[in-house]
């Protein structure tokens, strides 16, 4: 009978949940259109041991721009003074009215200063869609190796854009953001400078607590691609280095959003007392999650599949407590 009970609890609730999603999918859609306003623009970004054609390449990307979006592209001193204080030091050279944050080793289409300077309108920080590149996989375990990655992480931003359409953003990547210049210095101190990493979600509590407006963008022209991860290890680091920082989350809708996927995944484990139950709730969910990942499908063209969504959902509950407890434990660093 527990097990019964608790299998339908976990339904209904996380039905729920991923109709809160759907929704506010549909409401980021239905945004008004951006009013275009005259706005000056500074790429800002650290690298750090990015090879000299890689640097290139992004000075290729602004140059391509209007003369109306001045360059100003990074800093290659983060090793020597920490990334948050790269980042301040960019910043406070900077004289435009918006500085759009990124990171050197990403992809970006050819007119991408251009798309995003369309989009500001009167918003203190834009949020940009970031997504894996896929495109270079080769063989079938690569293939599926980085189509397992674009999924999940698809999942995480298309949920946080959701969260936003919904008027609770809890998610952002500092490979993509437009932030009002004057509005990040004041946010300084509430990213934590003692924490290496961070700076993204922690500038996004800080404007969420001073009520400054934040938007998410659906223009495909503004997508972010990032590299998947090669390894195994090297895709554990990032999301342990992720859940290392929840310690220092102080904002409500980040930690009641984390909480509730850490226990209907907890809860699910112990599903597996009962294997037949774990298998309906494992149906259930997979269902659920296809159901709203199809929607992305402007944003990201992956290709989903159900089979693809049940495969990752079998592992799903050992990865998310597995990550989080080894992230309370993980030292912090860039």
Known sequence: MFFIVLTILLCICYCCFVMFLHRGWSLLLRQKPCQKTDVSVSVVMCHRDEPP??????????DTQTRQVPRFVGDDDAWRVGKKEALRRLVSQATTDYCLFTDADVQVCRHWVEAVSEE???????????????????????????????????????????MCGNGHPIMCNGAGMAVKRTEWLQSWRDMHPEIPSGDDIFLLHSFKRRGLKI?????????????????????????TRWTSKASAYTDFDTLTVAAFVAATNLLALLLLAKPIFFVVFWIFKSLADYSFLKKLHILYNYGYTLPLTMLINIFYPFYVVATAVAGMFRGKQW
């Open 120 to 162: 500001i309108s009167e918003a203190d920080l834009l949020l940009l869609p970031v997504s894996i590149d896929v495109s270079d996989s080769t063989g079938l375990w690569q293939s599926l190796w980085q189509r397992i990655q674009a999924l999940e992480f698809a999942s995480l931003v298309g949920s946080g854009m959701a």
């Open 53 to 62: 054609s890689v640097l290139k390449s992004w000075y290729s990307v602004i």
């Open 215 to 239: 938007r998410y963008t659906t223009n495909s022209q503004t997508v972010v691609r990032t590299k998947p991860k090669q390894t195994l290890s090297d895709f554990w680091r990032q999301r």
